[in-house]
């Protein structure tokens, strides 16, 4: 079997087949040829003769500029990575004893990790003689997974490591989408009541 280029591509005399199926280079079809009569065919365009379906039969080729059509196909490979969000693992620490002001502002960032669809693991950190209570540290976790919940899954239950007990969770999109619409429902709502107010106003 011919070699094929570092893309999997085969273009020009690298097509080892005796007829292919050739499309112009506006899309129009030009009938099954002689591979032979295909390349010559590319050559009065000054263009390559680019293998597109090697497994049909006959296999269709187009007759294109491989070297502008494998820059576009590196373009948008790399565009499509970036768009691809990795999921990381974020964590937060808490206490026992945690005072609600803290853990009102840890839950803030987890909720954003969650939307932003990262993975959340929340550690209660025992210290000293805290280890011996452990029930304190559970009640914690009960209260982060009634507000994690409405935004992800758990992964993990409560869970011993050393001295910590954690819990992962996972963003679910169903319920970041539901939470986000309801969000967006508010902000809606807020505005046309500030705008009737402003209107209530002016007429008074």
Do not use: W
């Not at 079809?29 to 295909?38: S, V």
Request: proline share 5%; charged share 40%.
């Amino acid at each position: 079997m011919p070699p094929k280029r570092d893309d999997g591509t085969r273009i020009n005399n690298e097509i080892r087949v005796p007829r292919v199926r050739v499309v112009a280079p506006d899309g129009e079809p030009l009938g099954i040829l002689p591979i032979a009569d295909a390349i010559a065919r590319a050559g009065d365009y000054a263009l390559d003769l680019v293998e597109v379906a090697p497994n049909a039969d006959p296999p269709v080729c187009r007759i294109m500029d491989y070297g502008k059509f494998k820059y576009e196909k590196s373009k948008k490979a790399k565009e499509a990575k970036k768009k691809q969000h990795v999921m990381h693992l974020k964590e937060i620490k808490l206490h026992p004893k945690t005072d609600d002001h803290d853990f009102n502002f840890k839950l803030d960032h987890a909720r954003k990790f969650l939307l932003k669809g990262d993975r959340v693991k929340v550690t209660v950190v025992f210290r000293g003689r805290e280890i011996t209570r452990l029930e304190f540290g559970k009640q914690m976790l009960e209260r982060v997974d009634a507000i994690l919940i409405e935004l992800g899954q758990m992964e993990q239950s409560a869970k011993m490591e050393g001295r910590n007990m954690t819990s992962i969770y996972v963003p679910d999109k169903v319920k970041i989408k539901d939470y986000q619409r309801k969000l967006e429902l508010e902000e809606k709502k807020k505005a046309e009541e500030e705008k009737s107010s402003a209107e209530e106003n002016t007429e008074s």
